[in-house]
């Protein structure tokens, strides 16, 4: 009788525990960036990550060529309701935000802010985008998103 009781119960506890944890879609135009958990290299984008949902994450995209994005993800109640017991300390009760993590890369050769000679600075990325294009270092994909960059960059400095 004892092994009925303790086997639908030990169950049960095993499907709970894996509610603690939370798979997270990490992904960035262009894709290949890699994603660093806090200092650890854990892969390339597009990918999922497993994480607690009971904490609090720093995410690094980082590419060549890009600035570095840096993303923050904490957990938060899943349920207004008045939830107590274990579950809730182990974060049964939360979930991740922001998941999934759809992030742009910033071309790294635009600056902070637009010169003084908006027109001119904007030719000469477009050019420097087309050699690359033209030397094979970036796709067609990333050629065309980076022009767009480059476009939007500038025409909000006006």
């Given at each position: 009788m004892k092994r009925m009781i303790l086997i639908p119960l030990a169950a049960v506890l095993l499907s709970?525990?894996?509610?603690?944890?939370?798979?997270?879609?990490?992904?960035?135009?262009p894709q290949g960036a890699d994603v660093f958990l806090g200092d650890e290299l854990v892969g390339q984008t597009p990918m999922n990550l497993e994480l607690n949902k009971d904490g609090t994450y720093e995410i690094?995209?980082?590419?060549?060529?890009?600035?570095?994005?840096?993303?923050?993800?904490?957990?938060?109640?899943q349920n207004?309701?008045?939830?107590?017991?274990?579950?809730?300390?182990?974060?049964?009760?939360?979930?991740?935000?922001?998941?999934?993590?759809?992030?742009q890369m910033k071309p790294g050769f635009l600056p902070e802010y637009p010169g003084?000679?908006?027109?001119?600075?904007?030719?000469y990325n477009i050019i420097k985008v087309d050699e690359?294009?033209?030397?094979?270092?970036?796709?067609?994909?990333?050629?065309?998103?980076?022009?767009?960059?480059?476009?939007?960059?500038?025409?909000?400095?006006?």
């Open positions: 709970a525990c894996s509610s603690f944890k939370e798979d997270v879609a990490i992904n960035s135009v690094r995209l980082a590419k060549k060529g890009y600035k570095d994005q840096v993303l923050n993800l904490a957990s938060i109640r207004p309701l008045i939830k107590f017991g274990p579950l809730v300390d182990m974060g049964y009760y939360k979930e991740l935000t922001p998941a999934p993590v759809d992030a003084l000679n908006s027109f001119d600075d904007m030719t690359m294009r033209k030397r094979g270092i970036i796709s067609a994909e990333e050629h065309s998103y980076l022009l767009g960059q480059i476009t939007q960059f500038y025409s909000q400095s006006k």
